[in-house]
């Protein structure tokens, strides 16, 4: 399947393409243009909008595109709850949950926009583990508090 989004990703838009490879759709293809461009190209390629105004898989009643994945595709998993509040603190101006993880998150993306990479698929390439990492903290976090 094809899924299309803003160019020039940060921390949503690195989380929902994880996401979609490791719980949703492992042969995902990714297609990133510019923002006015996005629902075009979609149309034209087939391809699921994601974290842009007025789409299903965006931010809605202050939550983030993450959070929205997780809703829709009904993904049960405590430590990737854990993981949406975090994303949601790096992404999100208004903080709903307040981990402190999430400033961490948003620094080290901020610091790949600054690796001069050669696109945002080189970006994903590369930010990845960052996320299996989080995942793993995640899934040692809810396990050590029962829930």
């Avoid at 020039?8 to 923002?35: G, Y």
């Avoid at 105004?53 to 983030?64: A, I, R, T, Y």
């Avoid at 959070?67 to 709850?81: G, P």
């Avoid at 990479?117 to 299996?132: A, S, T, W």
Wanted: hydrophobic share 40%.
């Amino acid at each position: 399947m094809k899924w299309i989004t803003r160019e020039h990703v940060k921390v949503d838009r690195v989380a929902c393409p994880w996401l979609i490879k490791k719980f949703i759709d492992p042969q995902a293809e990714f297609l990133f243009v510019s923002a006015d461009k996005v629902l075009t190209v979609a149309e034209r390629e087939k391809a699921i909008p994601f974290d842009v105004p007025n789409v299903e898989l965006g931010h809605h009643d202050g939550k983030c595109s993450f959070e929205a994945f997780i809703e829709k595709y009904k993904i049960k998993d405590s430590a990737l709850n854990l993981l949406a509040k975090i994303i949601h603190g790096a992404d999100v101006s208004r903080d709903l949950y307040g981990q402190k993880e999430a400033s961490g998150l948003k620094a080290i993306a901020e610091g790949f926009r600054y690796l001069n990479l050669k696109d945002d698929h080189e970006i994903l390439e590369k930010e990845f583990i960052v996320y299996d990492a989080l995942y793993a903290y995640c899934q040692q976090t809810v396990k050590g508090s029962g829930l």
